[in-house]
């Protein structure tokens, strides 16, 4: 990289630069918009995108007023010298309306080509085809494992068990050595693709996706910790990381119900987050276990139903915009759990989030009227997204009501209580995520 990252720009006459973002997980486009000297610095003094405003003639902080910020991972610069890709990390839709990128417009669509491009030898990069097949056999030893066909050497390993398939692996190993201290390229390519299989045997058996591998393999290729002088890892670092990676997840029962509005929530996020959602899920099923709603469902249906409704109504599909949503009653419900804990499993971010969304006063012990004024003016203060979310549960706390037993003077005063303390937090902005929470909102409010 150079010592100056502005060294080889070449600023158009206006002093610009188009600058495409690119969701940094996916590979998606997300929107295109310019730079000038100014923003492309303060972009690298920030880390987030800072544009250039061609209608204002002023710094665009992306975000700042929706919530949808966008993270710098990488950036990029064209052989000419005269285009930017912005590879980032979206905390919510890059496009004012709602959609998650700007480009949803279809002026021309050829079925023909787009067939040839969704078979898998079209499919750009070499590695991303060998992920594919990768996965096909591990669905496939999956099924073996289910079914137990005869005549399958992957019947056999799952039958025999885990000190077969180990044996096996340790064989495997050793012949792809011996292959290696030879000159016979093609017996060692053979060796090494028995060594893999008998390793997917293991995952199989072991309950190892490739998700697993890969999210190691990204924190170790991004050395995550690593020392700041030289890039690599000390030993501490090293031995408190491998902890950490081989630390077990989370285990916890699903309570009835709620199976079904997790598999719904998984299919509509992006795969990227899908990881972290799983251990909120898993954090907030071990803080509401027991625990029951006025209308006699396990309480964790609630926090899933808050999520959908801001995935499946609002659009919300970021990463901490989902987690949020699921663990917004954590720290009210599970006195144990502390924002340092949320803080350590999901970052500062998601840790405010908890904190902001929760009525401390009911953990530190504050005076419950001076609790609840602090309570809403730290929501008035927060980013639109995560006012947005607090209106998603609201919503369903509404859609509940009438099953909840409650009697029609105790909802007649709840529901002047949102109007009062929930409409204004949507009157000032234009955030499309939080306009459609509030019509969600105003609906159940007129809702007979």
């Avoid at 495997?172 to 017996?187: H, L, M, P, S, V």
């Avoid at 929470?437 to 007979?448: D, I, M, P, V, Y």
């Amino acid at each position: 990289m150079n010592e100056d990252p502005a060294k080889g720009i070449k600023w158009d006459k206006n002093g610009l630069l188009p600058c495409v973002l690119q969701n940094a997980a996916t590979g998606e486009v997300l929107t295109l918009a310019y730079m000038n000297a100014e923003s492309f610095a303060e972009t690298l003094r920030t880390g987030q995108i800072v544009f250039w405003s061609r209608s204002r003639k002023e710094l665009w902080r992306k975000g700042e007023t929706s919530g949808n910020t966008m993270r710098v991972a990488e950036m990029r610069l064209d052989c000419d010298g005269d285009a930017l890709v912005a590879r980032v990390i979206p905390a919510g839709p890059a496009c004012h309306t709602g959609e998650n990128d700007c480009f949803f417009t279809t002026i021309h669509r050829s079925e023909a080509v787009l067939a040839e491009a969704a078979k898998p030898e079209q499919q750009v990069g070499f590695g991303a085809r060998l992920g594919e097949l990768m996965e096909q056999v591990r669905t496939l030893l999956q099924t073996r494992k289910q079914e137990m066909p005869e005549g399958s050497y992957s019947t056999y390993l799952f039958k025999a068990g885990i000190d077969k398939i180990l044996k096996k692996l340790g064989e495997e190993a050793t012949e792809t050595i011996i292959a290696a201290k030879g000159e016979d390229r093609a017996a060692l390519v053979g060796e090494m693709c028995d060594l893999v299989y008998h390793l997917m045997v293991l995952m199989v058996q072991r309950e190892i996706s490739l998700e697993d591998l890969r999210r190691v393999m990204e924190e170790r290729h991004h050395k995550k910790g690593g020392s700041p002088t030289t890039g690599r890892l000390t030993q501490k670092e090293v031995a408190a990381r491998m902890a950490e990676e081989h630390e077990p997840e989370l285990k916890i029962s699903r309570p009835e119900g709620c199976l079904a509005l997790e598999e719904r929530l998984l299919r509509q996020i992006d795969a990227a987050i899908k990881r972290d959602v799983t251990r909120a899920l898993e954090v907030m099923y071990r803080a509401h276990a027991g625990q029951t709603r006025d209308e006699g469902t396990p309480y964790a249906t609630h926090p899933l139903e808050v999520a959908l409704i801001a995935v499946e109504e609002c659009k919300m599909r970021g990463r901490e915009e989902v987690i949020s949503a699921l663990l917004h009653d954590v720290l009210e419900d599970h006195l144990p759990t502390t924002p340092k804990d949320i803080e350590d499993r999901f970052g500062p971010v998601v840790a405010e989030a908890a904190v902001t969304l929760t009525k401390m006063y009911k953990r530190d012990g504050t005076p419950k009227e001076l609790g609840l004024r602090r309570y809403y003016e730290g929501l008035r203060g927060a980013p639109s997204w995560l006012r947005a979310v607090k209106i998603c549960d609201r919503v369903h706390n509404l859609r509940s009501l009438p099953k909840s037993g409650k009697g029609a003077e105790h909802i007649a005063q709840y529901k002047k209580a949102t109007r009062e303390n929930l409409l204004p937090l949507c009157t000032t902005s234009t955030d499309p995520r939080l306009l459609k929470a509030a019509e969600l909102l105003l609906l159940e409010l007129h809702r007979k």
